[in-house]
Nanobody, 120 residues
């Protein structure tokens, strides 16, 4: 399974960016899709997640500003980021928990990360 993330870049304070992450490979079922971020000198944190049942969870810091959505047919997850702040600057990584045609037990897979920089 490979995950490829797109959409990072430079945004101004109050601006918007949309991240996408597409999974490819012999995926049978997707149980979890999530976006994490790791800012300079900070630990990795969960930003937003979406379960197979449609339950969404957000970190308090992004509640009301970020929205996670998915396209099941494309095995793709999106993160719409609005009202961006400088403290949102980080490398954003996507994570899927999936079962595959080779491994029934679900496992987590990570994308390569995409840098988001927000200027003040």
């Amino acid at each position: 399974v490979q995950l490829q993330a797109f959409g990072g870049g430079l945004a101004q304070f109050g601006g918007s960016l949309r991240l996408s992450c597409a999974a490819s490979g012999s995926i049978v079922s997707v149980y979890f899709m999530g976006w994490y971020r790791q800012g300079p000198g900070k630990q990795r944190e969960l930003v937003a997640s979406l379960s197979s049942g449609g339950t969404r969870n957000y970190a308090d810091a992004v509640m009301g500003r970020f929205t996670i959505t998915r396209d099941n047919a494309k095995n793709t997850v999106y993160l719409q980021m609005n009202s961006l702040k400088p403290e949102d600057t980080a490398v954003y990584l996507c994570n899927f928990r999936v079962s595959t045609g080779y491994q029934n037990t679900p496992a987590h897979y990570w994308g390569q990360g995409t840098l988001v920089t927000v200027s003040s």
